[in-house]
C-alpha cells in the first residue's frame, strides 16, 4: 500500500474542472515510472527511491509555472508478502525447469550424472538406457509431437458442431493407412478405420474433402 502525501501550485489561473485529479494523475504516472520493474518485497528500497524521485518540486506537463512534489510511505501486508513470495519462488522454480530442459535433459549423460549426484547408491545399478530413452522422449516430443498434438486438440475444439474430434480422427487413420497399414491391423483399428474413413470429412456446410 502506498500513502502519498503532495504539495502543488498549478501557476497563475487555469480552467481545468479537476485540477486535484489533473495532480493525481501526474503523481501516479511519476510514481509508475520509478516502481516499474522493482521488486515488490524491496518496500524500503522502492521508498527512498520514490521520495528521491517525487521531493523535488517539478512542473506538470503543459501547466507552465506549475509545482508538483511528494513524499510517499509504503508498507506491505502480510498476505500480499506471503503471495509476492510465492510468486518469486514460482519463477524461480520454471527457470530452474527450464535451465534442465535445456541444459540437461538434451544430453543423456548429463541427465544420468546428475541422477546419480542426487542418488549415489546407485552408481553401480543404473541403466544408461532409460536415461536415453527420457532424453529422447523430451526431445523428440518438444520438436514433434506436442505441436501435432496441441494441433488436433485446437481442431476438435474449435470445429465442435462439425464433429472435430472425428476429423482428427479421420485425419490419422488415413495417414496410418496410407503409410504404416499394418499397425492398423496389429491395433486392432481396421474395422474403426473403415467405418469413419467411408464418411465424408466435411469442413464447411455442404463441401467434403
Not at 524500503?44 to 512542473?59: H, Y
Not at 522454480?93 to 542418488?119: I, N
Not at 480422427?169 to 469413419?196: C, G, H, N, S, V
Request: aromatic share 6%; charged share 30%; proline share 5%.
Amino acid at each position: 500500500m502506498a500513502v502519498f502525501s503532495a504539495r502543488w501550485a498549478l501557476g497563475g489561473s487555469t480552467d481545468h474542472h479537476a485540477p486535484e485529479s489533473l495532480v493525481i494523475t501526474e503523481l501516479v504516472q511519476r510514481a509508475t515510472s520509478v516502481t516499474k520493474g522493482r521488486d515488490a518485497l524491496d518496500t524500503r528500497g522502492v521508498e527512498d527511491a520514490l521520495n528521491a524521485a517525487l521531493g523535488r518540486p517539478a512542473s506538470i506537463p503543459g501547466l507552465p509555472g506549475s509545482e508538483l512534489s511528494a513524499c510517499v510511505r509504503l508498507s506491505l501486508s502480510a498476505r500480499a508478502r506471503l503471495d509476492v513470495e510465492q510468486y518469486h519462488a514460482d519463477r524461480t522454480r520454471v527457470a530452474r525447469l527450464r535451465y534442465l530442459k535445456e541444459q540437461l535433459h538434451s544430453d543423456p549423460e548429463m541427465v544420468l550424472l546428475e541422477y546419480l549426484e542426487r542418488h549415489p547408491e546407485e552408481l553401480k545399478t543404473a541403466d544408461i538406457r532409460d536415461f536415453q530413452r527420457l532424453s529422447r522422449s523430451l526431445r523428440v516430443g518438444g520438436e514433434w509431437w506436442y505441436p501435432l498434438l496441441d494441433c488436433l486438440q485446437t481442431l476438435s475444439r474449435d470445429l465442435p458442431a462439425r464433429q472435430g474430434d472425428r476429423i482428427a480422427m479421420q485425419l490419422l487413420l488415413k495417414a496410418f493407412k496410407d503409410t504404416l497399414p499394418e499397425l492398423i491391423d496389429k491395433y486392432d483399428l481396421r474395422d474403426l478405420a473403415d467405418q469413419l474413413l467411408e464418411e465424408p470429412q466435411r469442413y464447411d456446410d455442404g463441401d467434403s474433402l
